[in-house]
């Protein structure tokens, strides 16, 4: 029941953020940011291991001061997920933590002062084999061109990104991506849209400060999602104020959604009428979070009655059809048993671990004759 997807993506050069390719065709990486207080090391690595136990390919430590340096080297050796310090304005910060094994440097050139500063960070980034990531964002724009413009623009967010970018340029390094954030979808996406014409360069999406966990997923869906349908983009940052590893869940939903990346279970299921033979909901409820670890991709179809419930079913790896007096289980989009509502969320359960260790070993079987 899937149709051909219409998205080609950009060519775009490729970067490595520690073992994590960026941009070159790699698959769109997800990525989020801690928001525990360096300084707090352990609460910090245990909110990283958090976020990579959810999916996270790359995550962002904030590092304000020398001291939250020296945190962060700590940090570094405990966790194995790729880390990227966020860096603002002193360039010293910069030298220490590529020094302690940093993966990347999220610091604006431009910001960092006089030129010997900006080459400095990029002779210590070219030494560690370190990429840069400029972030420019509408709430921070230089004060000539708010000037310029009166307020922030896609235009100014561009012209903002190019004169970061032209310090990279003049030092021959073109190891870096780019975001060009605002918190308003049409800004944030006309200024990628410009901005991925103009470089080669892997390009960081996101839609900051999109708010809370519910609207926040809305607003970053349609961003993202329109940028993502035009091919743009190399990894993602979904901004909830929200628990960071939500960020992490609503990035793979997205991606899954546009068929740009499968990891996990991708539910099918109906909102739930009258006709419903089992609680669709709270079902759907239970299994999201009993299921959350399963990283293997599935296709689980969940219906609450015969309308849609086979044909769905028969195009999914496990399919859920509601029946009296019992329901309809399918595996591989063929009829295999029966389940009464008593023990229902348990049993599937069941059968869905079950297909989840299937495909992984038929996968690991297939790796194995290839190697």
Do not use: W
């Amino acid at each position: 029941m899937h149709m051909h997807s219409p998205i080609t993506r950009r060519l775009s050069r490729q970067i490595h953020v520690g073992n994590v390719a960026v941009g070159g065709g790699a698959p769109i990486s997800v990525q989020s940011m801690t928001n525990t207080d360096t300084l707090d090391v352990d609460a910090t690595v245990a909110q990283i291991e958090r976020l990579q136990v959810a999916g996270a390919d790359i995550v962002r430590v904030s590092v304000p001061d020398m001291d939250a340096a020296e945190a962060f080297g700590k940090i570094k050796r405990r966790v194995s997920v790729p880390l990227v310090a966020d860096i603002h304005f002193d360039y010293k910060i910069a030298l220490r933590v590529a020094e302690l094994g940093v993966d990347c440097l999220r610091i604006n050139p431009g910001n960092i002062g006089r030129e010997e500063r900006v080459r400095a960070v990029v002779d210590a980034a070219r030494h560690h084999g370190i990429p840069i990531r400029i972030g420019v964002n509408a709430g921070s724009l230089e004060k000539d061109l708010q000037k310029k413009y009166g307020e922030p623009t896609p235009e100014a967010l561009v012209e903002s990104a190019m004169r970061h970018i032209d310090h990279l340029d003049r030092l021959d390094f073109p190891d870096f991506k780019v975001s060009v954030k605002a918190s308003d979808v049409f800004m944030a996406v006309a200024a990628y849209r410009q901005l991925a014409t103009q470089i080669e360069q892997p390009l960081h999406l996101g839609i900051t400060e999109a708010g809370g966990l519910r609207s926040g997923t809305v607003k970053s869906s349609i961003g993202l999602g329109m940028l993502l349908m035009d091919g743009i983009g190399d990894t993602i940052r979904v901004s909830l104020a929200a628990d960071p590893v939500e960020e992490i869940k609503v990035g793979y939903d997205m991606l899954k959604s546009l068929r740009l990346r499968s990891k996990g279970i991708n539910f099918i299921a109906c909102p739930s009428c009258s006709r419903q033979n089992f609680d669709v909901i709270g079902t759907m409820n239970a299994l999201e979070e009993r299921l959350d670890d399963i990283m293997t991709p599935l296709d689980v179809s969940v219906i609450g009655c015969v309308v849609n419930g086979p044909g769905e079913a028969k195009e999914s790896d496990i399919g859920l059809t509601g029946g009296s007096p019992a329901n309809l289980v399918y595996i591989d989009g063929k009829p295999a048993s029966k389940l009464r509502n008593d023990h229902l969320v348990d049993d599937l359960e069941a059968l869905i671990r079950a297909k989840a260790k299937e495909k992984e070993a038929r996968d690991e079987a297939v790796i194995a004759r290839g190697a």
